[in-house]
């Protein structure tokens, strides 16, 4: 429960996850170079603060999350695509700060509590958003989103009366961030959607900014005498 309002509350701060996939050449690199370091050293620069770096089986993927947790101690690693046991222990061991499923699996889940792991899993269906809440989960991960649509959230939170606290990923852009934060998503998290034209996508250093000046904005009208 206190990882889950910790991260809670840093998506709060900044309610952007951006989910990265490493290369054959980045597990294979045996130093703290290469392309996705490079390639986070410049998002850390912009101001990005979260972080994950999708589990692959790969015997190296382990050293190299531990290579960008020393590198960059600034960023809030998580994994992504943590679809069974292993790769779930592997999580563990590295100490990451969340750990994020495609699916509802109530033995992961339980294998996660007991391991002291946050993992947040992915829902498709109210059912499955009723059974992850049930179970305690605070976060789930609305996945796909893209496929559900922006209107999602309104349909079933009516009916549900209270939800957790929604992180919408799958299929999203740099630009669907503000629309989808606007219609009542905790956060949002995107893989692919990063790049536009092989780059990264110029609008993300514009909503950084953006988003930096309002929440500076809001922290500081919490502390003003009246």
């Not at 969340?98 to 007991?114: T, V």
């Not at 796909?144 to 999203?172: E, H």
């Not at 990063?194 to 922290?219: A, C, E, G, M, V």
């Amino acid at each position: 429960m206190i990882q889950q309002k910790a991260f809670i509350a840093s998506l709060k701060a900044q309610p952007l996850i951006l989910v990265l996939r490493p290369k054959q050449e980045d597990l294979e690199n045996k130093t703290s170079t290469g392309s996705l370091f490079s390639l986070i050293e410049h998002l850390q620069s912009q101001g990005i603060q979260h972080i994950e770096i999708a589990w692959t089986p790969h015997p190296d993927w382990s050293l190299l999350v531990k290579k960008l947790q020393d590198r960059f101690r600034d960023i809030s690693f998580g994994a992504a695509s943590i679809t069974n046991s292993f790769a779930l222990k592997c999580v563990a061991d590295l100490r990451l700060n969340y750990a994020m499923s495609p699916f509802w699996d109530i033995n992961l889940q339980k294998q996660a509590q007991d391991l002291n792991q946050l993992l947040i899993p992915g829902v498709f269906s109210p059912t499955e958003i009723h059974q992850a809440s049930s179970f305690g989960c605070r976060l789930v991960k609305l996945f796909p989103a893209s496929t559900l649509g922006i209107k999602y959230l309104d349909r079933v939170k009516s009916p549900m009366n209270t939800l957790p606290f929604i992180i919408a990923a799958g299929g999203l852009r740099i630009a669907s961030i503000n629309p989808w934060l606007n219609a009542g998503y905790g956060a949002i998290a995107i893989g692919c959607g990063l790049f536009r034209n092989k780059q990264i996508d110029p609008l993300l250093q514009t909503w950084l900014k953006t988003h930096k000046k309002k929440h500076l904005k809001s922290t500081l009208s919490q502390y003003q005498i009246k």
